[in-house]
């Protein structure tokens, strides 16, 4: 069965600092990936997806994700990152046939000022 | 760009009693809507996958008799969690699929219900 694994819980990083968070799938066929961000007590917001084409996948509020097929990973990074950017983040990959989207456990990430 | 409302965003009920969620797709007509339960610091559960027009499909483990879900026109959804329990207490999402936008991967998620049962 497909499943996705952010093996870290929780990250503190400085502002400015660049950011990397990790996910791993587990699918048989081409997955459709995807990054959601939610900020406390809301619902989810789309950050990025990965369906084909370029690896190097740039998304909204300046991140950006590169799926490794031979890793099976698709880690998130961001450059520098904002005081705002503190959340949770999500990494979910989609069963096009299932029509199901599952979600890893998220990774919460916490920025120092 | 298309928008999910989800409301009521907080509420508080007393054990025993039923609480509505609603979810609506404001832009687009969403044949498939899905329900999501969230506990503190865990991801999404996909509780069932709500279908326009006929019955929902529960995932595992999920109680349909605990929680309903309605799914009258194409542009809303709502769930029912009947004789609500404070184990019941959790965030609640939907999400709806925008089936013109070309592909099925084009979910929306509205802003969550956070329930609490006392």
């Known amino acids: 069965a497909q499943s996705v694994t952010q093996p870290d819980i929780h990250i503190t990083v400085s502002e400015g600092a660049s950011l990397e968070l990790r996910c791993n799938y587990s699918?048989?066929?081409?997955?459709?990936l995807f990054w959601y961000v939610q900020s406390p007590g809301q619902g989810l917001q789309l950050l990025l997806k990965y369906f084909s084409g370029d690896t190097l996948v740039q998304g909204i509020k300046g991140f950006e994700a590169e799926f490794k097929r031979s890793q099976s990973s698709f880690n998130l990074r961001k450059p520098s990152v904002h005081w705002s950017d503190a959340a949770e983040y999500f990494c979910?990959?989609?069963?096009?046939?299932?029509?199901?989207?599952?979600f890893g456990t998220g990774t919460q990430l916490k920025v120092e000022l | 760009g298309a928008v999910v409302s989800q409301h009521p965003s907080r509420v508080i009920c007393k054990s025993g009693t039923s609480v509505k969620i609603e979810c609506r797709s404001l832009d687009f007509q969403a044949t498939t809507m899905f329900w999501y339960r969230q506990f503190p610091k865990k991801s999404l559960m996909l509780m069932a996958t709500s279908n326009e027009g006929s019955k929902a499909t529960y995932e595992q483990g999920v109680e349909k008799d605990k929680f309903l879900i309605n799914h009258a026109s194409l542009t809303l959804s709502t769930l029912t969690v009947t004789s609500a329990h404070p184990e019941d207490s959790s965030f609640y999402i939907c999400?709806?699929?925008?089936?013109?936008?070309?592909?099925?991967?084009?979910?929306?998620f509205g802003s969550g219900t956070q329930l609490s049962v006392l």
């Open positions: 699918y048989g066929a081409t997955p459709y």
């Open positions: 979910a990959v989609f069963t096009g046939g299932g029509n199901k989207l599952t």
């Open positions: 999400s709806a699929r925008d089936p013109i936008r070309g592909s099925n991967e084009k979910l929306f």
